[in-house]
């Protein structure tokens, strides 16, 4: 058996390891490094600490983004399946109602398709879609004040929250950072989760829009479930797990292909 790897090393290898492999057990670590249980997971817990893998359930892997890639380069990641999406939203949504639309690209493109929809009054904290539907005909627009975050054209946080929280609206649409495979979802920071949050209570019909590229997608900030949406619209079918419990939660599923 060879000699253990030095301390540093070791982690240094830990960490390479776990990113080109994904998620690895606590124990095939020890294997590999010849070292106990105890010691990889003393080496995990400071790893995390660092903010250089994640840990969940005995496993090891590499550590979430801290934040999200630029608005440019995800306006292209997956337009089809986005697009999908959108096109989709249009024959939800009924004219003449008054719906809350969150950030992201894939909610500009939502915003997008609901362009001819007449009597519209929307509530957003997202600046793309005030540009989307500028031009919409019959359509009342009612933008979130506060503190821009300029690399999103967007405004979240308490800003966000107290601005949906001072309306009701008919529908609301949401998309989110990532979504597990059993459907948690996550965003990159806790201002993302608490617009979120904000906009999924002002509004009686909350739809979660995903596409494929996000369900398996970590993201360091978790909080809610699919399950917690009225309706769950997807571009590929559900795997099993998350399928019974969207059912369990008496979501509608709607995939969109």
Request: charged share 25%; with cysteine.
């Amino acid at each position: 058996m060879s000699d253990p790897v030095p301390l540093d090393r070791r982690r240094d290898r830990i960490v390479a390891l776990v990113k080109s492999c994904g998620f690895m057990a606590v124990e095939e670590l020890a294997r590999r490094f010849n070292v106990s249980v105890q010691t990889i997971r003393t080496d995990l817990r400071d790893l995390q600490e660092q903010g250089r893998i994640f840990r969940r359930h005995g496993l090891a892997g590499p550590a979430p983004d801290p934040d999200n890639s630029a608005y440019e380069k995800r306006e292209v990641w997956n337009r089809s399946g986005k697009r999908a999406l959108a096109t989709k939203i249009a024959d939800i949504i009924p004219e003449g109602c008054t719906i809350a639309i969150g950030t992201g690209t894939t909610a500009e493109l939502a915003a997008q398709s609901l362009a001819s929809h007449r009597n519209l009054t929307v509530l957003t904290n997202n600046i793309h879609v005030v540009l989307t539907l500028q031009n919409a005909p019959n359509v009342t627009l009612r933008l979130a004040g506060g503190t821009i975050r300029t690399r999103d054209l967007d405004i979240i946080g308490a800003d966000s929250a107290e601005f949906f929280g001072s309306y009701r609206a008919d529908f609301g649409i949401v998309s989110v950072g990532g979504m597990s495979e059993t459907g948690d979802l996550m965003d990159f920071n806790m201002d993302e989760v608490r617009a979120r949050r904000a906009l999924v209570a002002c509004c009686d019909h909350p739809i979660l829009l995903v596409d494929e590229k996000k369900v398996g997608r970590k993201a360091l900030c978790r909080d809610g479930h699919a399950s917690d949406f009225k309706t769950v619209l997807l571009n590929t079918a559900p795997g099993d797990i998350l399928q019974q419990q969207l059912v369990r939660g008496r979501s509608q599923v709607i995939v969109a292909n």
